[in-house]
Every structure is written in structure tokens, then in C-alpha cells.
């Protein structure tokens, strides 16, 4: 609770002389202060926080500096933030502003806003994450350009530079070197933009955030429901938790936590309780709780039905029950937990730099009401999507990474009515849907598939080099056309059971990135085993140039200017 008191004077009384007249004096709970916050929240994404004149936190996201009592300057010393510190001052001392900053709470690259309230005394800080202004897609591409420009200038100042030189022995397997190496390592700084500016499938849906957007998205709905002459809209407030998500296919994961509904005394009066998970398989549905609370959003006490008694919506008290507050505030509070499986169309073109979207789908129960579930943002410290609100602290999904949580819309047509006359969610309904996004990790796959990858492209060139019709050297090397054509044989099996193995555990109706790399290796094998059979029976001018020379010169710059141009061209 945070109080607050002012004096009062007559009209004709001097204030630095006579006594007050009286005391206005004024308590809020805490719960109050934060939902006035986040009334007053930016479309951006982020929160707010409020500072006393000594630093101390008066409201924040995180409840536990304010039960210890911390203060902000304290925050900043743990973390060695002399930036924070910096401005720790500046907004005690009542001055406003504002920096570029990593927020402690997530890690995030934000621009932290301050100003006072000087009637408190008091500062407000606003924190504004930047991410969501990034265009993922803008950023990626012009890092990739300038990778190529950047490579065009190496090659271009190679030739040049061994052009002016007199001397030839070397020239083109230094330049092949040079060719190879720039595109070699191009290659994985191609990889490293992708990963920090995500290739992203964009859908046609509406992100909650913040109260900001909640409340965009109702005053839409509503005005639209008015212009369609539909039901008025009917929102339940609906949070969810996620507990433990498990890919038991390449389509199907596993899902479990806990979902909540909140009802409120007269207005869902009429309703029924509860959700439907349209896309789950055989969901495992329990009610766990189901108490009153204020509608402010205060929980009051232990499970209802030792309290309260709900009667058709209406909540009164037992006889006899002591409790000291009336019931016009009253409402209800459920919550489930819920364990199912969900099938899922999940793209896995950019294996094994794929993003996913995990969505829960809800919907309400009388769907063909206009009943329209949102989210319930006060339930959750903080709702910024990278601070993974609704997700377990100790979450863990093997081989994957998580990424950011959020809300979001989407709408939904249907050719029929369910059977329901005059059923309203049959066109652009908006669902709510609660998605986690999740980035694969890539050292699994590198060490499972590009690093046996790499190795067979070595043995190949090793196997690709033994080919020699000089005296010493194919004296030494052997050099039998069988040979070379059976281990290229050997190889290719090697690489037809590995890419079996990827194919069973990636269901994808398309090439995915990766198996480009077995493609290519695949034509490599065969072109070999061409080489070798040409060479020795001494039918190409080409091959049979300096001893098979240029196959040999050629072999890593063309290979890996055909996989930097497919990582191009997939992640551009």
C-alpha cells in the first residue's frame, strides 16, 4: 500500500503561518499502481517502473525489489551498470531524460525514459525495448550485401595483386586458395546474421503486447461487431503458463501447463466456463483452483468452495462466514491444468537455422457467442515478448532455444456454422492464440551433419589428388581408376545413409538447407569417378592438362562458391 497525504487551508489563511486546515489523505494498493502503469503504456514494447526520491522501488515487474526494499542504485552496483547508476542519479535528483541502454530485467537493448512526478517527488522510467522496431529482414540483407562487397574487393585485389607479379609457379592455386577461403568463410558469417536477425515467416496477426494494444484490439473488435450487427463481444480475460513442450514428431508437440479465466460478477453472468483447445489431440483438461477474487484482481483467500458460494454467477456470502468485504466486486477465478498433444504445420526449409512458433489455439467455450477470450496481462510481470512471459524459469527443450513468448490474433474463417443458426465466428473471427518462438540450437546438427559433411568433401579431394600418371607419383600413389571409382562408391553410400536419417527426422514437403550439401556431394562423388575414368583412358585435353591439374585447382573454389551461393540464396 502506498499512502499519500497533502494539506488543506482556507482561502484566507496564510500557508506559512497558520496551521492546515486538514489532511487529504489517500491509500493505494500496490495492484493499483501497476494497473494505472499499465494504462498509461506506449503501442511500443517494454514497461514502466516508479523510483521515490531516495531511489527505492516504489512499483516494478519484478515483486522481490520491492519486498527487500532495494533500491535502484543497489540494482545498479550488482550488475556493474555504470550506465544505470548514472541515471539512477539524474532521476532522484528530478531531472528527465534518456539513454540508450541493455535493460538487467531482460537483457534486452532498450531506451530507458525518465521523468518526474514532483508532487512525490517521485520519478517514472520507461523502459522501450528497440527490438520491436528492428526489421529482421532489412538488417539481414544489408549485411549480406555488404558481405559481398566486401568479398568482390578480396578477389578483385588478389588478381590484381598476382597479376603484377613476374613470378608463375603457384599463381593459380594461391588464387584458387584465396577463392575458396573467401567464400569457405562466408559461409558461416552468413549463418551468424541469420542467427541474429532471423528469417521469419509473417502472418496475418495482431501481437499483444501490452494494455496498450489489449486495448486497441477491443475498441476495434467492438466498433466492428457494432458495424456487422453481430452479438456485443463478450471478453473473458484468459492467461496461460507453460510448463514442459516436447517434439514427439517433426508435426507434433507436446504440450502442458496451466490456463486461467477470470469472470466477472454481472457481466458473464450468462456464460459458461471453461475453453476449448481446437487443434489439441485428446487433451488432458483438470480444474486445479476456483476461488473468489476482487476485481481489481486481487486473490482473496483459500479455494472458493470453502468460502464462496457461485450461483449462476452471482457470489454471496455463507452464513456465518465473517467475511469483512461485501460482494459487488466479487469475482470468479478458474484455473486448469491442461496436458495434450498439438499437430502443427512447422517449416523446416531453413534446417538447421529454422525458427518455429509454437501456438496454443484457444477458444472459448459458447464460441458461437461471441465469445471472445484475452489476455490476462496483469497476471504477468512483465509482457514483454523476450522476457518469456507464461514460461517456466527452469524451462528446458533439448536442441532448441527459446527465444521470445507472446499473445497474438488471428483470424479465422469457416464454411460452416457448426450447426448453430446465427453462430457469429463463421467469418474473420479473431482466435487467441498463445505462441512460444523457438530457434533450433546449431551445434547438434554441425557436429551430426556439416562436420561428417566436411570430412567426406576432404576425403574426396584427398581421393581426387591420388590421380597421377608421373613416374614418382604414380609410383607411390597407385593411381587405379577402379580405386578411385570404389571409394567414391563407398562414399556416396555413406552419405545416402546419413541423408536417410535426416529425412526421418525432418517430415518437410521440400529440400531443406542442408540437404543441398548432400546434393552436392552426391554429383562431386560422381564427377570424380568421371575423372578418373577419363583421365586414365586419355580422352580429355582438359583433364589430362599438367596431369589432371585443373580438376584439381578447381575443386574447392567451385564447391564452395555453389554452397555460398545456396546459403545466399536461402537466407537473403
Not at 603457384?170 to 569457405?184: N, P, Q
Request: charged share 20%; with cysteine.
Amino acid at each position: 500500500v502506498v499512502d499519500y497525504a497533502v494539506p488543506f487551508y482556507n482561502s484566507t489563511s496564510d500557508r506559512k503561518s497558520d496551521a492546515p486546515s486538514g489532511i487529504v489523505f489517500a491509500a493505494i494498493t500496490l495492484e493499483g499502481v501497476e494497473e494505472i502503469l499499465s494504462n498509461l503504456g506506449a503501442s511500443v514494447s517494454g514497461y514502466q517502473f516508479i523510483l521515490s526520491g531516495k531511489g527505492r522501488f516504489i512499483s516494478h515487474p519484478r515483486r522481490e525489489l520491492m519486498r527487500a526494499g532495494s533500491t535502484i542504485f543497489e540494482l545498479a552496483w550488482e550488475s556493474g551498470d555504470t550506465t544505470l547508476f548514472e541515471t539512477a542519479i539524474r532521476a532522484t535528483k528530478g531531472e528527465r531524460g534518456v539513454i540508450a541502454h541493455v535493460d538487467p530485467v531482460t537483457g534486452e537493448e532498450a531506451f530507458v525514459f525518465y521523468e518526474p512526478i514532483p508532487e512525490l517527488s517521485w520519478s517514472i522510467v520507461t523502459v522501450a525495448f528497440m527490438n520491436q522496431s528492428t526489421d529482421s529482414d532489412y538488417y539481414r540483407g544489408t549485411y549480406i550485401k555488404l558481405l559481398l562487397a566486401a568479398q568482390t574487393a578480396v578477389l578483385l585485389i588478389t588478381l590484381f595483386v598476382l597479376g603484377c607479379l613476374r613470378w608463375k609457379i603457384g599463381r593459380g592455386w594461391t588464387y584458387a586458395t584465396v577463392v575458396a577461403l573467401t567464400f569457405l568463410v562466408g559461409v558461416p558469417i552468413i549463418w551468424k546474421i541469420e542467427y541474429e536477425f532471423p528469417t521469419v515467416e509473417m502472418d496475418q496477426s495482431e501481437e499483444i503486447i501490452n494494455q496498450t494494444s489489449l486495448r486497441g484490439f477491443r475498441d476495434n473488435y467492438t466498433k466492428e461487431s457494432e458495424r456487422l450487427k453481430t452479438d456485443v463481444p463478450i471478453y473473458v480475460p484468459t492467461g496461460l503458463f507453460i510448463q514442459s513442450i516436447e517434439f514427439t514428431t517433426a508435426n507434433d508437440v507436446k504440450v502442458s501447463g496451466y490456463i486461467w479465466q477470470k469472470y466477472k460478477r454481472g457481466l458473464h453472468d450468462d456464460i459458461s466456463r471453461g475453453f476449448v483447445l481446437p487443434e489439441a489431440e485428446s487433451p488432458t483438461i483438470k480444474e486445479v483452483y476456483n476461488r473468489p477474487i476482487i476485481d481489481d484482481g486481487a486473490t482473496d483467500g483459500p479455494p472458493y468452495n470453502n468460502l464462496l458460494t457461485f450461483k449462476k454467477g452471482d457470489c454471496t456470502k455463507r452464513q456465518g462466514n465473517g467475511l469483512g468485504f461485501g460482494t459487488k466486486r466479487c469475482s470468479q477465478l478458474i484455473g486448469w491444468y491442461f496436458s495434450t498433444t498439438i499437430r502443427q504445420k512447422f517449416t523446416y526449409g531453413a534446417y538447421p537455422f529454422d525458427n518455429q512458433y509454437v501456438g496454443v489455439r484457444l477458444w472459448h467455450k459458447d464460441f458461437d457467442r461471441n465469445g471472445v477470450l484475452v489476455p490476462d496481462l496483469a497476471s504477468y510481470k512483465v509482457t514483454e515478448p523476450s522476457a518469456l512471459p507464461g514460461i517456466e524459469t527452469d524451462f528446458v527443450l533439448p536442441g532448441w532455444g527459446l527465444r521470445d513468448s507472446s499473445f497474438n490474433y488471428r483470424r479465422h474463417e469457416y464454411n460452416t456454422n457448426f450447426g448453430i443458426d446465427g453462430y457469429v465466428g463463421q467469418d474473420a473471427f479473431p482466435e487467441l492464440y498463445f505462441n512460444v518462438h523457438i530457434k533450433r540450437d546449431f551445434l547438434g546438427p554441425f557436429v551430426l551433419y556439416f562436420l561428417p559433411q566436411f570430412v567426406v568433401a576432404t576425403m574426396l579431394f584427398i581421393i581426387l589428388l591420388m590421380g597421377s600418371k608421373e613416374g614418382v607419383k604414380a609410383k607411390w600413389l597407385g593411381f587405379a581408376a577402379k580405386d578411385i571409382v570404389s571409394a567414391s562408391l563407398v562414399l556416396i553410400l555413406v552419405l545416402i545413409f546419413a541423408h536417410s536419417s535426416l529425412r526421418r527426422n525432418i517430415d518437410s514437403a521440400s529440400l531443406v538447407y542442408i540437404e543441398y550439401f548432400y546434393i552436392i556431394l552426391y554429383v562431386i562423388c560422381l564427377l570424380i569417378a568421371f575423372n578418373s575414368v577419363s583421365f586414365a583412358n586419355g580422352n580429355s585435353k582438359f583433364i589430362e592438362y599438367k596431369d589432371n591439374l585443373l580438376p584439381k585447382i578447381f575443386f574447392w573454389p567451385i564447391l564452395s562458391f555453389t554452397i555460398f551461393a545456396i546459403t545466399t540464396s536461402t537466407f537473403y
